[in-house]
């Protein structure tokens, strides 16, 4: 069941993202129009969808999720749920899923990137950025998340720096949780949000 489940999300993962970043790239030539509009620059942030981000256990030096690996033993660590959360280190976004490195890999949000590097001349860690986070943990979690990633964009670049965000599947309920009540975001200037496979109809059980 373990298995099925994570193997379940992985290739929702990979077939959502193919999804996003066909969608991304017909709409590439409009949404450049837009940003070109701006004088000032737009970051962007992408908000993974669960199984999205790599995440490794601090103390155990151990990969939870993010390589075969890790698919195919299930960490025992990888359910700490009840534990100590400051041990699960998100360590950055899925681009690629690594299933023998440099001979297999399976391209995941690197497509996306991609799509938006060529399609609206973003570039990943100018103004283009994903955001780190415990899929696991509840969406609120991923609202707080968000909140300190904005602020530290505001900090670097000013209170009133346009923000564009996309969200993937599950991902979407923490950005409307923290578009609704995060006090913060009533204040930034957020100008976009794009939804990939919201759950506004629901989800599978699985997930």
């Not at 701006?38 to 999205?52: C, E, K």
């Not at 297999?104 to 060529?118: A, D, F, G, I, R």
Request: proline share 3%.
């Amino acid at each position: 069941m373990a298995l099925t489940w994570i193997t379940g999300g992985l290739l929702a993962a990979l077939v959502g993202t193919r999804a996003n970043a066909i969608y991304v790239e017909q709409r590439a030539k409009k949404r450049n129009r837009f940003y070109q509009s701006h004088q000032r620059p737009i970051i962007t942030i992408v908000v993974p969808g669960i199984t999205g981000v790599k995440l490794s256990h601090t103390l155990q030096r151990e990969v939870l999720w993010g390589n075969a690996s890790a698919l195919l033993k299930r960490p025992k660590h990888f359910d700490t749920l009840k534990d100590d959360y400051s041990h699960v280190l998100p360590d950055g976004s899925l681009q690629t899923f690594k299933i023998i490195p440099h001979i297999l890999e399976l391209m995941v949000y690197q497509e996306l990137t991609l799509s938006l590097k060529y399609g609206c001349s973003l570039s990943l860690g100018k103004d283009l950025f994903y955001l780190d986070y415990d899929w696991r943990q509840d969406y609120r979690h991923l609202a707080q998340v968000l909140d300190n990633k904005i602020k530290g964009i505001q900090a670097e670049w000013g209170a009133d720096i346009a923000i564009a965000l996309i969200g993937q599947s599950m991902a979407n309920l923490g950005i409307k949780y923290y578009l609704r009540f995060n006090q913060n975001a009533k204040h930034a200037n957020i100008i976009r949000w794009y939804t990939f496979g919201p759950p506004w109809q629901g989800s599978f059980n699985s997930l």
